[in-house]
């Protein structure tokens, strides 16, 4: 079974109205309640070391964003445009399972602001969940997508496939930036113009977030599963199991959602 990738994506925010402490402390808290195995963020099995207290408070939550600031090189001064960087890998609690099939690992890239990119959040989820003894279901994550929403209001969300790669389309912004340095560079210039390159977005994947404004413009293959939420936005659901590389059925979903979804990516 393919590894499962619950995503968040949203663009830079005032820190002095993200409230990022506050979100921080109700998402680690709020986890266990959809499985247990978030009952722990540890560092390494061999070290067992402790990377976020679960509960969470405020406080404590504060306290490791301002320790986890991303740095400069040199001089290693406090980089706060960057944001925090808070992970940890989910075990259950103690005694920890680290079946490699049990752990989940989650990483928040949270705070940014100004001109340095957008804030996201990485969940690789477990292949087995410890309370089902199985692969997660797509009517189990719905609900987990919505408290991850819920908490950070992402702009985009989605579970993908770790052997999937997004579509992906040419950046005339990269471009323009890059196209000396590989004119420069023939030698190298066309893995330094593949940098250009940026996935289609919103995202698509195995269950697809689309906000409001673009649920509304969207046409759906027959077979697709749509769950509107009160705002209007929809969580779409290509069908209720995971599916591997090679499940033809689910990868001609996955493309036909991609084909329909289309007009309104950019």
């Given at each position: 079974m393919p590894d499962l990738i619950l995503h968040l994506w949203w663009g830079p925010r005032d820190p002095?109205?993200?409230?990022?402490?506050?979100?921080l402390s109700r998402f680690?808290?709020?986890?266990?309640d959809f499985d247990p195995v978030y009952c722990s963020w540890i560092a390494?099995?061999?070290?067992?070391?402790?990377?976020?207290?679960?509960?969470l408070t405020e406080e404590h939550a504060k306290q490791l964003l301002a320790d986890n600031i991303a740095r400069r090189d040199l001089p290693a001064d406090p980089w706060p445009e960057l944001g925090s960087t808070i992970w940890g890998g989910h075990v259950g609690p103690p005694p920890y399972d680290f079946r490699e099939a049990s752990v989940a690992v989650t990483r928040c890239y949270i705070g940014r602001y100004g001109k340095h990119g957008g804030n996201y959040i990485s969940m690789g989820l477990s292949d087995l969940r410890p309370s089902t003894g199985r692969?997660?279901?797509?009517?189990?994550?719905?609900?987990?997508?919505?408290?991850?929403?819920?908490?950070?209001?992402?702009?985009?969300?989605?579970?993908?496939?770790?052997?999937?790669?997004?579509?992906k389309i040419r950046d005339p912004e990269r471009v323009a930036m890059f196209a000396p340095y590989a004119r420069a560079r023939p030698k190298i210039a066309d893995s330094i113009m593949a940098s250009c390159d940026r996935p289609l977005e919103p995202r698509i994947g195995w269950i697809t977030y689309l906000p409001p404004d673009l649920?509304?413009?969207?046409?759906?293959?027959?077979?697709?599963?749509?769950?509107?939420?009160?705002?209007?936005?929809?969580?779409v659901t290509l069908c209720e199991e995971p599916f591997g590389k090679t499940d033809a059925e689910g990868l001609a979903r996955l493309h036909a959602l991609e084909a329909a979804l289309r007009p309104i990516q950019s």
């Open positions: 002095t109205h993200a409230d990022d402490a506050r979100r680690v808290s709020g986890l266990p390494s099995p061999k070290t067992k070391k402790e990377t976020v207290p679960v509960p692969p997660w279901r797509a009517c189990e994550l719905r609900p987990l997508m919505k408290f991850a929403r819920d908490i950070w209001n992402p702009a985009e969300m989605c579970v993908t496939f770790s052997f999937y790669n997004l579509p649920a509304v413009k969207a046409k759906y293959p027959a077979d697709i599963e749509v769950e509107t939420l009160d705002d209007g936005a929809a969580l």
